[in-house]
């Protein structure tokens, strides 16, 4: 089978022999056989880029289960959080994060595991606020909301298994642009990672928190303490967003995290 370029070729050459005699026909006639080419290959590039950015989000997600089993974990109604580690630890630190932000998920491969082995020594407390801030970047919109509103129903209806959810997400997390996953790709992940029944399912499929999670975001947004300042005095509220102890750490680099948990 010929290639579109192939046909086109061929058809260009019969175009051109077939034109006018005249040099200034047969010069315009090549220019649109050009243009002509142009667009097919620049349409086919697009198609294919398309094609490549939905597939990645055609299977299962892959589970991920390294996170330990026997983290204290639960919910927070009055900020809409997750709670993972003792009440008594010393140390609260509060992570806002979307799962479709790339930023978020560097913040999480950097950090994800000292986090959690300081919450196992008892050192810190952790609350991860789901929030939907990138939902217009997914294709279509919403993939930021749904997969929070799954996070939290998780912690609500099977919090031992928040963990793993939370870390399988960003392990895998979709290219900005695509459709992300489906409400029934984030409930074949639950119930991989052991998170069954027919509560977290419907929690999941009716976006049970949804309006919740939209409200936390109009509350992050609109919170001085969450907000960092540019150069020339706008103030903005961005993901990741991390606070130890109610204060901002304005810059998330190595470093931040040593004198709370030494590695």
């Excluded at 082995?117 to 217009?136: M, S, T, W």
């Excluded at 967003?241 to 204060?247: E, I």
């Amino acid at each position: 089978m010929r290639s579109p370029r192939q046909t086109m070729s061929r058809r260009a050459r019969t175009a051109i022999r077939r034109a006018p005699g005249d040099g200034v026909g047969r010069a315009t006639i090549a220019m649109i056989v050009v243009v002509l080419l142009i667009a097919t290959t620049v349409i086919g590039g697009v198609l294919w880029r398309a094609d490549q950015k939905q597939s990645a989000t055609k299977g299962p997600i892959p589970a991920v289960t390294s996170a330990p089993d026997d983290l204290l974990v639960g919910f927070e109604p009055s900020t809409v959080s997750v709670l993972v580690g003792p009440a008594e630890a010393p140390t609260t630190i509060h992570v806002y994060e979307d799962f479709l932000c790339p930023a978020c998920r560097r913040f999480e491969h950097r950090y994800g595991e000292r986090l959690h082995d300081a919450v196992e020594r008892g050192e810190v407390k952790v609350a991860y606020h789901l929030v939907n801030l990138l939902d217009n970047r997914s294709d279509p919109p919403g993939y930021s909301l749904r997969a929070a509103n799954a996070a939290l129903a998780v912690a609500v209806h099977s919090a031992p298994h928040f963990p793993d959810f939370h870390r399988s997400l960003f392990a895998a997390q979709p290219d900005q642009g695509s459709r992300g996953y489906s409400d029934n790709q984030l409930v074949g992940l639950a119930e991989r990672l052991g998170a069954v029944g027919p509560e977290l399912t419907d929690a999941i499929t009716n976006g049970a928190k949804t309006d919740e999670i939209e409200r936390a975001l109009r509350e992050a947004r609109n919170d001085p303490a969450l907000r960092r300042t540019t150069s020339d005095g706008r103030s903005y509220f961005a993901v990741p967003t991390v606070t130890v102890n109610g204060r901002l750490v304005e810059d998330i680099q190595r470093g931040w995290l040593d004198p709370i948990s030494p590695a």
